[in-house]
C-alpha cells in the first residue's frame, strides 16, 4: 500500500516492514492494515480469532436449529397442501376395488334388462347405457358372447314401445362394422323383425303427427327412427343382407314411409342409406382388388339393388326432396340423382317439375357460391352444390 504524502514512517526492527501512520478516520481513531483491508471486503468484526470455540459452537448449533425450523415449516406448508402418501394408498385401493371393466358392467346391464323384477325404467335404463358399451368392437363382441344379441332381438317383439325403441337403439349400435354381430343378428331373424316394425309402426306414428304436419310425435316415430338406424348399420358392407333385404320386400317397405306427411326426416336417411348401399357396390367393383375380394364381389352382383330401385319408381320419389329448404337435405338428394341419372335419365328428362328445380337451384347456389367467393373462400360448400347441380344438367342434356 502506498504511504500519504506527510505520513510519519519508522522501520519495524522486528519485522523488518516499514510502517506509517496514516491519518485520523472520522471517530478520531487511526486505522490499522488488518481493520482497512476488512472494511474494502465489508467483513468487520469476522476475525475467527475474536471468537472461541464454545461461541463458535454456539453459533453453529443456533445456525442448524434455524435451518431445521425452516425445514419443519417447509414440511407443514407441504402437509396442508398435499395428503400424506399412506392415505393415499388407502384412497386408491378402495378405487380400485371399485372400478370394474366393461365386460363386467356389461353382464350388470344384461342381467338387470333380463330380470323380471326390473321395472320398465329400469330395463329402459340399462338398454341405454348398454348402447354407449356396444358402440366398441369388442365390446360388440363380448355382448354377443353374453347373450344380449339375442335379448334385444328378441326385445324388438316388446310390446312397451320405450323398450323396442331402445332395444333397436343398442342392436344398432352393436351391429356398425362389426361383421361377425352382423351374421349372428340375420341368424337371429333382426332383419324380418326390423322390416316389421317399419310397416307397423308407421300408422301409430301418422295419426300421432301434430296437425301442421311436422315429424311424428310420441314414441311411435322415435321406434321408427331407431329400426331405420339399426337396418343401416345391417345392411352397410354386407351383401348377404342386402339380398335378403330385397328378398324381403325391403325397398317396398321404405317406400311407404313416403306416403304421409311428417315423414320427411326418415325420408333423408332413406335416401342417405339407397346413396351409400349403391356407392359402396360401385366402388368395389371398380377398385383394384386380389383373389381375397372375388367372394365377395361374388356376393354383391347377387345384389340387385339399383335394377329394384328403378323399377320401383324411385326415379320419381328421390327428386321430390328437392324442393325441402334444408341445404344439406339437398346435398343428399343431389348425390344420390346423380347416382340415379345414368338409369333414370329417360324419367328425368321428361319431368319438367325436375328441370325447373334444377334451375332454381342452380340460380340460388351461383350466387351461395359467389358471396362465398367474395369472402375468400374458393372451394366452398355452396361451390360443391352448385357443381352437383350443374353435373346432373349436364347429363340431361
Not at 237 to 242: D, E, K, L, N, R
Not at 278 to 300: A, F, P, R, T, V
Amino acid at each position: 500500500q502506498a504511504v500519504p504524502a506527510g505520513s510519519h514512517v519508522r522501520l519495524n526492527l522486528q519485522t523488518g516492514e516499514r510502517e506509517a501512520k496514516l491519518p485520523d478516520t472520522e471517530n478520531g481513531q487511526s486505522d490499522t492494515r488488518e481493520e482497512r483491508r476488512r472494511r474494502r471486503l465489508g467483513k468487520v468484526d469476522v476475525d475467527a480469532n475474536s471468537f472461541t470455540s464454545e461461541e463458535l459452537k454456539k453459533a453453529l448449533a443456533k445456525m442448524k436449529a434455524s435451518e431445521k425450523a425452516e425445514r419443519k415449516a417447509r414440511e407443514e406448508e407441504v402437509r396442508k397442501k398435499f395428503r400424506p402418501i399412506e392415505q393415499l394408498k388407502e384412497e386408491f385401493e378402495k378405487l380400485n376395488m371399485k372400478i370394474e371393466t366393461d365386460y363386467e358392467i356389461m353382464v350388470k346391464l344384461i342381467s338387470k334388462f333380463n330380470s323380471s323384477a326390473s321395472t320398465l325404467d329400469e330395463k329402459v335404463a340399462a338398454l341405454y347405457d348398454l348402447e354407449y358399451y356396444v358402440h366398441q368392437v369388442d365390446n360388440a363382441k363380448d355382448f354377443l358372447s353374453l347373450g344380449g344379441l339375442q335379448l334385444v332381438t328378441e326385445g324388438l317383439n316388446n310390446s312397451e314401445a320405450s323398450l323396442k325403441e331402445h332395444a333397436a337403439f343398442v342392436l344398432g349400435a352393436a351391429l356398425s362394422s362389426n361383421p361377425k354381430v352382423q351374421i349372428e343378428a340375420m341368424e337371429g331373424g333382426a332383419l324380418q323383425k326390423l322390416l316389421v316394425i317399419l310397416a307397423t309402426e308407421q300408422p301409430l306414428a301418422v295419426r300421432k303427427k301434430v296437425r301442421s304436419g311436422a315429424a311424428p310425435l310420441g314414441t311411435a316415430g322415435f321406434v321408427l327412427s331407431s329400426a331405420l338406424f339399426a337396418l343401416s348399420s345391417l345392411l352397410r358392407h354386407f351383401p348377404y343382407a342386402q339380398q335378403q333385404f330385397l328378398k324381403l320386400g325391403g325397398l317396398q317397405v321404405l317406400r311407404s314411409l313416403f306416403r304421409h306427411k311428417g315423414m320427411e326426416p326418415l325420408r333423408v336417411r332413406v335416401v342417405t342409406l339407397l346413396y351409400d348401399l349403391i356407392m359402396e357396390k360401385m366402388l368395389l367393383e371398380d377398385s383394384q382388388h386380389g383373389e381375397q375380394m372375388e367372394e365377395k364381389i361374388q356376393q354383391y352382383q347377387q345384389v340387385r339393388l339399383v335394377p329394384a330401385v328403378v323399377e320401383q319408381g324411385w326415379c320419381a320419389l328421390v327428386p321430390n326432396l328437392l324442393a325441402m329448404p334444408e341445404h344439406d337435405t339437398r346435398e343428399k338428394v343431389l348425390k344420390l340423382v346423380g347416382v340415379l341419372v345414368a338409369f333414370c335419365r329417360e324419367h328425368y328428362r321428361g319431368d319438367p317439375a325436375l328441370g325447373t328445380t334444377l334451375s332454381l337451384l342452380r340460380s340460388e347456389y351461383e350466387e351461395l357460391a359467389a358471396e362465398e367467393q367474395r369472402e375468400g373462400d374458393k372451394d366452398g360448400y355452396f361451390r360443391e352444390l352448385l357443381g352437383s347441380v350443374n353435373t346432373i344438367i349436364q347429363e340431361l342434356r
